[in-house]
């Protein structure tokens, strides 16, 4: 008779269990966002490493506003990208075809959906559900 484990033990224990398991997986959720989307020291683009460059960048190309956190080559394509849609752009570089204006609008497109993913309200309520149930530290 001592051997009787307690259902509600168990239910309890079973609780706690999912209970971490989904909130692994919310934690999980926002660094994935931060660590893979919003690094402040890399290309958005394409991921290079970047740092005082960013600063040149804006400099250099003042007439401009960059939203973008952008190295250097994807600054320049992204300027050539933006004077192409203005009837200008950089005739020596043929290979900014149309296939090359659709990636830039994609790439676009696809900045504008995180971004809008990063303001729902579902994203927003992960967000302060966390920061209300984190433990003390």
Known sequence: ??????IDDKLV??????????????I???????????CAFKCEKCGTQIGQELDVNRNKNRDLRIPYRLCESCAEEYVDYIHK????GD???????DAWLELWRSWIAY?????????????VQLLHELKQNRPDE
């Not at 008779?1 to 307690?6: K, V």
């Not at 849609?85 to 200008?88: I, R």
Request: with cysteine; net charge positive; hydrophobic share 30%.
């Open 91 to 97: 005739p020596d570089c043929y290979w900014r075809n």
């Open 1 to 6: 008779m001592a051997d009787i484990i307690s």
């Open 85 to 88: 849609h203005q009837g200008k």
């Open 111 to 123: 900045q504008g959906s995180i971004d809008r993913y990063l303001k729902s309200k579902e994203f």
């Open 13 to 26: 224990l079973a609780k706690e269990k999912k209970d971490a398991l989904i909130r692994k997986r919310k």
């Open 28 to 38: 999980q959720a926002i660094q994935k966002i931060f660590q893979c989307t919003q």
